[in-house]
């Protein structure tokens, strides 16, 4: 239960003056992406954690006479003249001079209400007016001013005014408005850190620094490297680190099982494979076997590169599994991935005698029946799929190992529902692709084991990389069709151009009208809302050749294996993250063909988008490409929710306080060593911490164990 202190953060915003219920939707869906439905409302604390990006200086306040040439400026004058456009004009906007002695400055008003600009600035009154001074005809004006003010009111007016971010229908001072009532519900909360810690630091307190950045009071209070931020931004990593952590001590208390094999199996299934391990791949093995044999649970994370073979290696971690005579789940992200896993290992696990079956959402009735009969009754030794591998009717006779495949994929929730599933004993294996620069690797994964792939197979060949026009698009079909010809299959991914999957759609299925009317036959098309067996067999249909262009989504993008395809075009390569492209890019060059990779752009490209697109011609190394594109767009950018169902920080950038994270983590860890249930002081204000940035799920853990 959260603490009823924090109840007036958590209470809607909607009671806040000038914030309707259409307001309350907008912003919602702006400041709570994540949780976006049509029903999500704002919070006070949504408000409050919505930080300004900049601010207006309107400290400056020059006679008319020393008025700059652009800027904004303050400025103190008398009413002389109203200038009323004609009657019946609406193009002529409404002036009204004004001067201080030194000169007449003019107020330009284009379809504006008369009366309320008589009210605003009545005649021979002086007035504090404050806006963006432009010229015309070398005479000063200042169009709309920001602020009209009397002396009285200029005397309550702030002059450095935070700006915020701002989406579609919320005007900023709107939003201004709302944050400043937010503010004032913020309740006094107890320090979570060490007070030793923030006085070397000299932060202040969290409610302190809230206010400091809402109510700026030097330009350089808001700043990347403000105090304010600092305190900030080191308590979303504190609280994301104590969560991670507290997810592991769990884990970890739970008693593990050996799990040694007898090497049987594995024997069996090194003769079947077609190559023989990379050095890489045998290390990881030991790694992992070391960890099942233990009596400890095995918490590991196996990262390695596209193409770098983690499959196999989680297959023969799974034999020993089932060498030990338990039961053991292999999950991945997509249906595709699934049933392609099934096949490929189905062969393996022929040889080695081993039973293997499928399940996804699309086993139903009957078929579902029976294997989960088999299933329950342990006949079945190695069980692939999705997410439907753990629904509450799934029952293993005895499970040992989870393997989850390409797991950034799955949410946090989802990972600690299956954590929370799997149970008791049950070693887990976490595989990923997506290159994680070690920064971030800690903000996600806590101090888990990891096991790398540092090496692919031999005998790869590198991708040529190009980065061209869209328009040359019909040379790269030229290049298509002379590929084709020449017997080599070829993907084209369509982008996620709106955030809407119809749209989406529409573009791809588009794109596959105009390719399959050029390459007759020879064209397929899949995206994620085809219905199972469709998608099915087009992938078949790519893989045995019969197909030889794949247009697709992104659904391409996780695991797909068929090494005999050597190009991929991506459409408005610009729009996707680097990380992305390179896992895109990672469906070739996986045989023993040369490969290559076309990324189409839209004109015009920023010297960003350009620099981001340069470094996948420069580089196939996954983490250098990671670790580029953190420096080049941030933290936030790299992880969005859509792309990786990573922990996005609304506080923290990684760019800029990268440098607290080995902090946050130890600190983390002192604290649950003293204090592992929370119960101190300090462990309590550390509970409401947990809760201000939502990791309910952290402290229900601390209910459990
Ligand atoms: P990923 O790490 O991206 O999941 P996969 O496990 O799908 O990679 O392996 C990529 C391709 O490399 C597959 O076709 C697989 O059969 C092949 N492969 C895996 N290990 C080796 C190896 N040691 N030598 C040669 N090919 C290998
Ligand atoms: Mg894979």
Sequence with gaps: MRPPLL??????????????????????????????????????IDLLFHLPSGLVDRRFRPSIAELPREGVVTVEARVMR?????????????????????????????????????????DGETRFISGKIDW????????????????????????????????????????AKAIAQALEKLPDLPEWQDPAFLQRHGWPSFGAALRALHHPETPSAIGPEALARRRLAYDELLSNQLALSLVRANMKRAQGRSLPGTGDLRRRLIAALPYSLTMAQTEAIAEILRDMGSGERMLRLLQGDV????????????????ESGAQGALMVPTEILARQHHATLSRLCGAAGISIALLTGREKGKAREEILARLAAGETQLLIGTHALFQADVHFRDLGLVVIDEQHRFGVHQRLALQAKAGGATDLLVMTATPIPRTLALTVYGDMDVSKLTEKPAGRLPIDTRVIPMSRMEEVIEGLSRAMAQGNRAYWVCPLVEESEAVDLAAAEERFLALAARFNGKVGLVHGRMKGPDKDRVMAEFKDGTLSLLVSTTVIEVGVDVPEATAIVIENAERFGLAQLHQLRGRVGRGSGKSSCLLLYQEPLGETAKARLSIMCETEDGFRIAEEDLRLRGAGE????????????????????????????????????????????RGEALRILLYLFERDEAIRLLSAG
């Design 7 to 44: 109840n007036p953060l958590f209470a809607g915003a909607s009671g806040l003056k000038g914030i309707g219920e259409k307001l309350d939707r907008l912003l919602a869906q702006f400041l709570r992406p994540a949780h976006a439905t049509a029903g999500t409302t704002t919070r006070i």
């Design 82 to 122: 109203h200038r009323p456009p004609p009657p019946m004009n609406r193009k002529v906007p409404y002036r009204v001079d004004v001067s201080d002695g030194t000169g007449v400055l003019s107020l330009v008003f284009f379809h504006a209400y008369a009366d309320s600009i008589r009210r605003a600035l009545p």
């Design 136 to 175: 015309f005809n070398a005479e000063p004006q200042i169009a709309h001013p920001d602020h009209v003010v009397s002396a009285e009111e200029f005397g309550r007016m702030p002059l450095i005014e935070p700006v915020y971010p701002l989406t579609e229908g919320v005007s900023g001072k709107l939003l």
């Design 307 to 322: 193409g770098s073979g983690k499959t196999v290696v989680a297959l023969l971690a799974l034999a020993a599994a089932v």
């Design 638 to 681: 790299m992880l969005g929710t859509r792309q990786s169902g990573l922990p996005l920080f609304r506080m923290a950038d990684l760019s800029v306080d990268g440098d607290l994270l080995a902090t946050a983590r130890d600190d983390a860890q002192l604290v649950l060593i003293r204090d592992p249930k929370l119960l101190s002081p």
